[in-house]
């Protein structure tokens, strides 16, 4: 945050000294008060100076109403008031000559305006003001309702007890476009065989036990994948579909490296960007000769599995 004219919260620079500058401060009322060199002074916060105590050779000026202190921002050499209330903090707001020495000190106006920035958020014992803080780690009620004009969250930019209540958070209550525009449910649908089936047509057919149902609550992209282990009982070859319904996705060969080899075997499809909806994914397998067994856990074969997962398209 850039400083500004109305910053409480003020930095200091011990034993700064300089002059007015050029020209001179013309009136009570002017708002830009030229240095000589403002080098040394805090530019992050608002600074207050005093002039009018000492003379160019250091000693004390006698006359109090030639005392002024102000406050306002560094900009290159001058020092921006913003407002002439910030002329005559302390003292007499005046004009004042070239020369006249500027310097910073521990004066009241710095103490008050520490002071009256942590009232606005403390109570005189040092904890918090409820009614002008929010909790974050213990229950507070806070009445009325509450605007977020920067990043709207909720329609009109709202937030209602009627809105949020324990568990009643929902998709359509979301109306941020990224959370829209997928609403993805965390979704995995599993299938696995519970005994080994065998595989004698050498057309395709529906292999029983490997089909799963997945909903899409918005456009998705789904991963299917089939592994598990196949034999046969020849030299011969054992070939796998992977449907969505009726549509064929992707068709793998795998062919028999000795007879009655038992061998694990896996097939995988991305099927892009489906709609909304529910859709049923399942296996189908045929043989190009002899009989194959797709492994269901016997004899210590790995149970054949289709799963299926839903991510963003």
């Known amino acids: 945050m850039p400083a500004a004219h109305t910053d409480k919260f003020l930095k200091a620079e011990g034993r700064w000294s300089g002059t007015i500058g050029s020209g001179g401060v013309a009136s009570s009322s002017t708002t830009t008060i030229p240095l000589a060199s403002a080098t040394g002074l805090p530019t992050d ?48 707001a005046q004009s004042h000559a070239a020369g006249e020495v500027v310097e910073y000190l521990a004066t009241e106006t710095i103490w008050n305006s520490l002071i009256a920035g942590l009232l606005i958020e403390h109570n005189q014992d040092g904890t918090h003001n409820i009614a002008g803080v929010v909790k974050t780690t213990t229950a507070q009620s806070i009445a009325g309702i509450k605007t977020f004009t920067d990043v709207p969250l909720l329609p009109n930019n709202t937030i209602e007890t009627a809105d949020i209540q324990d568990l009643a958070v929902t998709t359509a209550k979301i109306a941020d476009a990224g959370a829209t525009a997928r609403k993805i449910r965390p979704t995995i649908s599993q299938a696995t065989l519970g005994a080994d089936v065998t595989v004698t047509g050498t057309s395709y057919g529906d292999v029983a036990g490997l089909s799963i149902s997945l909903t899409l609550d918005v456009s998705s992209n789904v991963l299917v994948m089939l592994s598990g282990n196949v034999r046969n009982d020849g030299l011969n070859s054992t070939y796998f579909k992977l449907v969505r319904a009726s549509t064929d996705l992707t068709v793998k060969e795998f062919r028999e490296p000795a007879a009655s080899y038992q061998f694990p075997f896996s097939v995988q499809f991305v099927d892009l960007a489906l709609a909304a909806g529910t859709y049923t994914f399942k296996v189908q397998a045929k043989i190009d000769a002899g009989t194959t067994t797709i492994g269901g856990g016997a004899a210590g074969g790995q149970n054949t599995s289709l799963i299926g997962m839903v991510f963003a398209a």
């Open 45 to 92: 916060t608002a600074v207050v100076l005093a002039v009018g105590r000492v003379d160019s050779n250091g000693t004390d000026i006698t006359d109090l109403g030639k005392f002024e202190v102000f406050k306002g921002v560094v900009s290159g050499n001058n020092i921006n008031c913003g407002i002439a209330g910030n002329r005559g903090l302390e003292g007499t």
